[in-house]
């Protein structure tokens, strides 16, 4: 029986003394000495080891192989060549481990940087600290969006109400309660229990902690999985690439040894070569140029200010296609301002004090600091002070939530009798008061056409009343409404049109009414096809919603459970749905979305939910972070291009040839060597420029596509590899060194220098220029590979000197060879453009796990010294 279930079946007061503790918590020694013991509430760890990343780099069989056999070729004599390749092969393996190990250790200062926390009871205070600090029998608080930090027997709850579908697949949240339940109780049944993992969908409590870390049952799930990160939409297309070029490279490699056996050529030679040219074909360095480009590319996020908790949420930036965002703050300025009263047949100063005493100021002081944005601006108003609040004397309160609406206070003066005060949305207020005339009614749609921001004030006279509750809300007579504006921000207007550029949708989710959010819409001239209110909301079923939530562009009066419906039906349709929110009723919306982004100013709970935090909330910063995704895509396909263009043609053009020579066209080393060059020269894609088209819209791996770019330019560099085969025989009568040397310039030169006409759509150069990183990269190796024949090594690695006329010819057929490539490449695009493959995705529970354990993220070493 796992700890939680047993603590379920158990009285709370019977768990709290086998765990010694109570109400008041632990001490933080004890903490300590159970931290010690128990070790860190963590699920996975993210530390750069050395090791791990250089076991990454071994673990290809091809380069394994490759290696074994070179022992073998010293062994039986071939020592030169076999120290060549084992050279070649070690820095290849040395550069892919620099590039990946520098990656992780951004990865682990990022996880370092942003933390999720949990509120705890210690030592009889309440305070913050780090999840994975969490110990068995800690007194936690949860609320409304909090994601569970372990499991817990419940000690406490208000109408607490946890969503469990990461664990049990059920839709519906499950109620809690603290009474215990039978023994044997299965886990989706355990009222009295909540799991790490989950979060809490409605309703607060508290509980203690009975389980941590992979003792949990999340933790159990989550460690089954055995992964590090959430896969990605890119990641899964990088697999499936990888894939399909290991099996064009095992097909090859054993048509070539298979010939060069029946051929009667000898066996370590041919079977050395055959390697070579699997190893060839295979993209060894897309993995640090992966890492690379995720590494600068969080480094470039913090520069715009956007802060990403996990690398390949990146990735997922870029993904990004649609965004449902409060209008405060992002289309707004943020700054609610209280600009007049309007009492209905009463006076309007009079009407005010109201709206202050149903507020949580101070009414002696006349202050409001630590008060939700609308109360702070009534208490901000110079009519403030000259208010008369402290004639009065605030006897209880009931707080605003999301399901009512509204806050209430029960207030009394001298020789008066005690009054109930009701303050909240308008439409709420009226469905409790007694009576509304049309003319009331008309009047607040005429201050919601306006575009305002409406509080509705009743009152109810309460003699003798000395508590109050949400049943005493009723029978309320209305006073009138206070207005309230929230300027559009400067600058709204580009924003949305910058996120357009990227073929981004924006969809508004608001709590204020239909009225204020469409007048914002037309100040921004933001077409609006539909509005969705909370109410239709509610009348709809899943499916209906699918559809109405497609067509809708604003969702009003809606509450934060509403929200969450909402993002999950658009997710329905395939769409990466992002979700851009600041305050606790937002936590649930944060969850729901593909990825949640929040603002650095924003509640904890709802950063804590967030895996994405802008330090200014501004769609400008979003739209940096949603195009620095892409470029990173973009790079990442300009080298996968490359390796299956001129590169795989290469290897194809060599397998042909060491068939009609009589000898091998490029030794095992000078195809290694080759190889080296070649991935070392585009370790500076991740710096490279990408075309503002290549931006307009998510990409996304196609590998029909792939394959067919591979059958066009493979083809086309094999062409020019014959041609520069027959030059080196006919025109130059080279003997095999010759040849080689020959072919060894001509093929890293062409296999390079198509870099500058993948990388763009655009006639490159004068349209689309290469960042200054890559362009030197390039040349600065194709120099090298020119001058290696005259090098003191020539004679090691095989080489011998060309003469000049050789550097004529092939100045002319790399000059053919581009304009060719640039002419087909013109022709693919086309074609390629007139049927795009329409990509739908849709993400599975293993991603969401995997997502959620990001929660529980051990420190890494370094983090936790420097805090010591």
Known sequence: MSDVCRAAAEDASAVLGRLGSGPAGMTAAEAGRRLARFGPNAIRTHRARPLRVLLRQLRSPILLLLFLTAVVAAFLGDSTDAVVIAVILLVSVGLGFVNEFRAERAADAMHDRLRHTAIVVRDGRRERIDVTDLVPGDIVALSVGTVVPADIRLLECDALECDESILTGEAAAAEKSVAPVRAGTGIGDLACAAFMGTVVHAGSGSGVVVATAARTEFGRIAVGLAAQEPETEFQRGLGRFSTFLLVVAMVLTSGIFAVAVVLGRPIVESLLFSLAIAVGITPQLLPAVVSTSLAAGSRALARRRVLVKRMVCIEDLGDLDLLVTDKTGTLTTGQIVFERAVPLGGDAADLFRLGLLASEGDLSGGTGVGLNALDAALWASPDAAAAGTAAFHRIATVPFDHQRRMSSALVSAAGEPALIVVKGAAESVLSLCGSVDDAARALLDDLYRGGHRVVAVAVREAPGVGRLTARDERDLALRGFLVFSDAVKAGARDSLRRLAELGIDVKIATGDSAGAAERICA??????????????????????????????????????????????????????????????????????????????????????????????????????????????FANTIK????????????????????????????????????????????????????????????????????????????????????ATFGLMLSAFHAAAPEFRSGWFIESLATQTLIVFAIRTRRVPFPRSRPSWALAASVVGVVVVGAWLPYSPLNGLLGFAPLPAPFFLALVALVAAYLLLVEGAKLWYFRRLSASPVAAVRQRSRRTR????????????????????
């Open 639 to 722: 080298y996968v291009m490359m390796g299956t263009s001129s590169n795989f043609g290469n290897m194809f053009s060599a397998s042909v040839a060491s068939i009609i020579l009589p000898f091998l066209p490029m030794l095992p080393g000078q195809i290694l060597l080759n190889n080296l060059l070649y991935d070392a020269s585009q370790l500076a894609i991740p710096t490279d420029h990408v075309d503002a088209e290549q931006l307009r819209a998510p990409a996304h791996w196609d590998i029909g596509a792939i394959r067919r770019f591979m059958l066009l330019f493979g083809p086309i560099s094999s062409i020019f590899d014959f």
């Open 849 to 868: 796990l995997l997502r959620r354990a990001a929660h529980f993220i051990e420190r890494s070493p370094r983090s936790v010294s420097g805090t010591r």
């Open 523 to 632: 100040e921004l001239e933001m077409p609006v096809r539909r509005t969705l209110t909370g109410e239709e909301v509610d009348r709809l079923d899943d499916v209906r919603l699918v559809a109405a939530a497609v067509d809708a562009t604003i969702f009003a009066r809606v509450s934060p459970e509403q929200k969450g419906r909402i993002v999950r039906a658009l997710r329905r349709k395939g769409r990466a749905v992002g979700f851009l929110g600041d305050g606790v009723n937002d936590a649930l919306a944060l969850h729901g979305a593909d990825i949640g982004i929040s603002v650095d100013s924003a509640v904890d709970v709802a950063k804590d939910a967030a895996d994405v935090l802008l330090l200014d909330k501004d769609l400008d910063v979003l739209a940096a972070g949603v195009t620095e995704g892409r470029r990173i």
